[in-house]
């Protein structure tokens, strides 16, 4: 893959990230936002001593949710193509479309949703402000320990493939990933900091909608590169030969 290609995909990844960026941000607005609100008025009937906000509660749902999710958007979609250049080809015969559906499928495991179901989302009241050096530090260790025992669980599968055959393989590597994860589970600290009092139904609804704002973030920017990548790395023949019937023509 020449440097070109490599270039050409780099920005169809910033653009499909940009593009699911904008997805997440509507399902951010419309499911979380409102938890979030919520969240933030238990918190202030049950504050002794109400701070006055820096920014306002009407610019951090709009201006600042729009550009946080929309930079990390893009960064990510950048990240992620050039990580899906470098997958093409080595983790099996599968098209653009396949590789990018796939490793955005496996990112969202690894990265996000096994982390979450450890150390899941909090919305504002929920957690000690004491310890939240503490939290932060065991979520990025998990979320590194997940991504490590994915990589580690792929490459035991390709080990595996030539002698027990590729649906065995990732049988027996899912299973080892699954059990390695369960074991941290079990031996990290619990977190468990939700004040008395707190709606269990609000804190429901704020995790699930965090969950829909990274799928349909990973998940949009899977369909929309992949389709993006297809495009430039095999074009339809009747494309190709119009291209190069426009120089012939002058």
Same mark, same amino acid.
């Given at each position: ?85 470098? #997958? @093409?080809?080595?983790?099996? *015969?599968? $098209? /653009?479309? %396949?590789?990018?559906?796939? !490793?955005? +499928?496996?990112?969202? &495991? ?90 269990? #139904? @609000?804190?429901?609804?704020? *995790?699930? $909608? /965090?969950? %829909?704002?990274?799928?349909? !973030?990973? +998940?949009?920017?899977? &369909? ?27």
């Amino acid at each position: 893959m020449n440097s070109a290609t490599v270039r050409g995909l780099l920005v169809r990844g910033m653009l499909a990230g940009l593009t699911a960026g904008v997805l997440a941000l509507i399902v951010a607005y419309f499911l979380g936002e409102p938890s979030v609100d919520k969240a933030i008025g238990f918190e202030d009937a049950h504050a002794h001593e109400h701070e006055t906000e820096v920014v306002s509660r009407s610019l951090q749902s709009t201006a600042g949710l729009a550009t946080g999710v929309l930079v990390y958007g893009v960064a990510f979609g950048g990240i992620a193509a050039l990580v899906c250049c470098f #997958a @093409l080809g080595r983790v099996g *015969r599968f $098209s /653009a479309r %396949a590789t990018a559906l796939l !490793l955005s +499928g496996c990112a969202l &495991l690894a990265v996000y949703v096994v982390p979450f179901l450890k150390y899941p989302a909090n919305p504002p009241s929920v957690g000690d402000s004491d310890t939240i050096g503490r939290r932060t530090a065991l979520y990025f260790l998990m979320m590194l320990l997940s991504v490590l025992l994915a990589l580690a669980a792929t490459l035991l599968g390709r080990r595996l493939a030539p002698r027990l055959g590729t649906w065995y393989a990732t049988v027996v590597a899912v299973a080892a990933f699954a059990v390695v994860i369960g074991l941290a589970y079990a031996f990290l600290p619990v977190v468990d900091e939700v004040p008395s009092g707190f709606p269990a #139904a @609000l804190l429901w609804r704020f *995790r699930l $909608s /965090a969950l %829909a704002v990274q799928a349909v !973030l990973w +998940g949009g920017f899977g &369909l929309l590169f992949g389709e993006l990548a297809e495009r430039l790395l095999n074009p339809k023949p009747g494309a190709t030969a119009s291209a190069e019937a426009v120089p012939a023509a002058h």
